[in-house]
């Protein structure tokens, strides 16, 4: 099932939504689940309502910020400190969804790095495909944190603290970012070859005055490098990148745009620290905080009702197409879960274990996860699957707490999946398909993770017993 799935949106014969649904149809009532598969998919789907009102919200909220240009000083500083260069704004990229990863939400990051780095990419003529690839990646390494998830789950299934999971696995977290570095340095300059280096020293967007693009070298104002600038300016970010394909990044185009509101800059800064602060307190359900703020936000900055549904509707393309993507992938959690597909794989991984092989439990657990977490939920992964395993090894003398620390190597893999919402609203941000995402960064978070396995193993946070 998980295979068709793949082979479906990753050869573009199917969207994610449909093969989300259809697939998992087709094989669940070849499993036996019957007329009970409506309930299987409306119980899963149950559980992801909240996560679908969040992106929901989140996408208004930050949407509406672009509109009215919150980000833009932001913009211009980034571009500062990175320069025009590709190998600095990709690497720039990668440090700062490491940076904003940090407080263990993925869509929360998402938003931020899409929001500051995306206008820069489609203004220099990057591919946004690079841009999901570097914060995915950075997103998934640092999703290992205690308060990022996997690593609780993991501790609670098996009964252990979070603190001793991840500690003695800060190095294969140190590892794992220094790779995604490099993978970032080596996207930039594949990059600055297709584009050469650019340089735009004026402020205008996606005009043909503002500068020179190739290697940096020649006359400013020369007439072979105008040429050059009009090219990538009409032909790469319009047609290579196709901004209007994007949720946010094509009004940030336009620095005249009739929805800026400069002087609402301090109100709208002031309620976005607000709503950022009641997302790391978690004192609220993140869906009401991205509600309230969106309602107090547009009724802030457009008085007018009818500015107020056009600023709703303008962000309704992103709103479908991650929303129902959220939705669509209850079908495929409810027909793993519900036909029982999750606790036999279960059984039958941990009966496949030879018993010669016993000892090195936790490094087969460690590389289990990086296919199974993408696969399937860390709730499926952490609840139903490591303590079965855990059990197994225990009669090989392995620590439960080895294989706890394993089991969240494979989380860089694991954030991949379209089963992530975060991953979804990532991808919908940024206007990319999602089989273009995956051949890009599915061997590199592959890499990454068995780069955590091995450094672990060699620090001697995963043991052997």
């Not at 989300?20 to 009970?36: D, H, S």
């Amino acid at each position: 099932m998980v295979a068709t799935f793949m082979v479906l949106i990753m050869t573009k014969r199917m969207t994610p939504v449909l093969a989300l649904v259809i697939v998992p149809t087709v094989f669940g009532l070849f499993a036996g689940a019957g007329l009970g598969i409506g309930d299987m998919a409306l119980d899963a789907i149950g559980g992801l309502a909240p996560t679908a009102a969040l992106l929901m919200f989140a996408i208004i909220y930050f949407g509406l910020m672009i509109d009215v240009g919150l980000f833009d000083p932001l913009v211009r500083v980034i571009l500062r400190v990175v320069g025009h260069d590709p190998v600095k704004v990709v690497v720039g990229t990668a440090l700062l969804a490491a940076v904003i990863s940090l407080d263990g939400d993925g869509s929360t990051t998402f938003i931020v790095v899409t929001s500051a780095m995306l206008p820069i990419y489609l203004r220099l003529g990057l591919s946004p495909v690079v841009l999901t690839c570097v914060a995915g990646l950075a997103n998934g390494a640092m999703n290992i944190l205690p308060w990022g998830g996997p690593t609780a789950r993991a501790a609670a299934a098996l009964d252990l603290s979070p603190s001793d999971v991840f500690v003695p696995m800060v190095p294969s977290l140190l590892a794992g970012l220094a790779v995604i570095f490099v993978f970032s340095w080596h996207l930039g300059l594949l990059e600055r070859r297709r584009l050469g280096t650019i340089d735009l020293p004026g402020e205008g967007v996606g005009s043909g005055s503002g500068g020179g693009v190739g290697s940096g070298s020649g006359p400013r104002g020369g007439g072979g490098t105008v040429t050059q600038v009009e090219r990538i300016s009409t032909v790469a970010v319009q047609t290579l990148v196709k901004p209007d394909d994007t949720a946010m990044a094509d009004s940030m185009l336009d620095p005249q745009r009739s929805t800026l509101r400069p002087k609402m800059f301090w109100f709208n800064l002031a309620l976005t620290a607000v709503v950022m602060v009641l997302l790391v307190a978690d004192v609220l359900p993140l869906a009401y905080v991205f509600m309230a703020g969106s309602a107090v936000a547009v009724i802030a900055n457009f008085p007018r009702v009818s500015d107020q549904a056009q600023r709703i509707v303008a962000h309704a393309p992103s709103i479908v197409g991650v929303v129902s993507m959220v939705l669509a992938a209850g079908v495929l959690i409810g027909v793993l879960e519900g036909t029982g597909m999750v606790d036999a794989m279960a059984a039958w991984v941990s009966g496949s274990i030879p018993d010669q092989l016993g000892a090195f439990s936790a490094v087969i657990t460690g590389l289990l996860s990086i296919p199974m977490t993408f696969f399937l939920s860390n709730d499926a992964f952490y609840f139903g699957i490591l303590p079965v395993l855990a059990e197994s090894a225990a009669a090989f003398g392995v620590d439960p707490v080895d294989m706890a620390r394993a089991s969240i190597t494979g989380q860089v893999v694991h954030m991949q999946s379209p089963l992530v919402p975060a991953i979804l609203l990532l991808i919908s941000l940024a206007g990319v398909n999602l089989g273009d995402h995956h051949k890009k960064v599915l061997w590199r978070a592959v890499v990454v993770a068995l780069v955590m396995l091995v450094v672990g193993i060699a620090v001697g946070s995963i043991g052997i017993a």
